[in-house]
């Protein structure tokens, strides 16, 4: 009976020195080392060697899920363009969001004839009346990740573009270029060709694709 009241104590001691020595274990597993702590998450897509005219890479996505935009720009009763952004699988950041690419999320940033003129985290904006001289031009709108890249499908930016041609003002009244009244060559369009300019996509991820506005 001794000998049976003397081993349990013993046994007990092995259980506490055994289950001790596995919690110091998984205390030490569970803290991460220099490296493993400075393994950031997996990057979104694939950054591309091609880049656009500014020297931004492009960020390659599948095309499942991709971010899309379509452009529509109308003239408004100022003389001036409305533009909107129809987008899908995409949102905007707020500004000051730390510089790094997110699934579906960025900027949008507005070209005209291939040249910056606004960068867009809103689905609206107008351009100025007298900003696009008389003739045919180009918009685009390009979609940005957060830092910078440009978001792109099958090797090409996800973008949409319309084309708009600006026609000359009307004449001023009593004006000698003015037409006679009732002359069928007397009207004539102040701002846009057609009533409204259309996307021509160029690119991928148009979630609408639209005609080309003559």
Known sequence: ???????????AVCVLLVTGAAGCA?????????QESAISPSPVGKVLDDTDDDGRHYREV?????PQVALEVEPDAEGGWDV???????????????????TGRGLARLFADGEPLADLRDTSYRIPEGYLAHGTHQVTARLYADDGTVWAVDGK??????????????????????????????????????????????????????????
Do not use: C, H
């Not at 009976?1 to 046994?11: D, E, N, T, V, Y």
């Open 1 to 11: 009976m001794s000998w049976s009241r003397g081993i349990l104590p013993a046994l």
């Open 26 to 34: 998984s205390d030490d597993a569970s803290t991460p080392t220099g």
């Open 62 to 66: 599948g095309k499942k899920g991709a």
């Open 84 to 102: 909107r952004l129809n987008l899908r699988d995409f949102a905007f950041s707020p500004s000051g969001t730390q510089a790094r690419a997110v």
């Open 157 to 214: 930016p996800v973008e949409s573009t319309a084309d708009i041609t600006a026609s000359e003002p009307e004449p001023e009244p009593g004006s000698a270029s003015e037409s006679p009244a009732g002359d069928p060559g007397s009207s004539s369009p102040s701002v846009l060709s057609a009533p409204g300019a259309f996307p021509r996509t160029e690119g991928q991820g148009s979630p609408d694709r639209g005609g080309k506005a003559s």
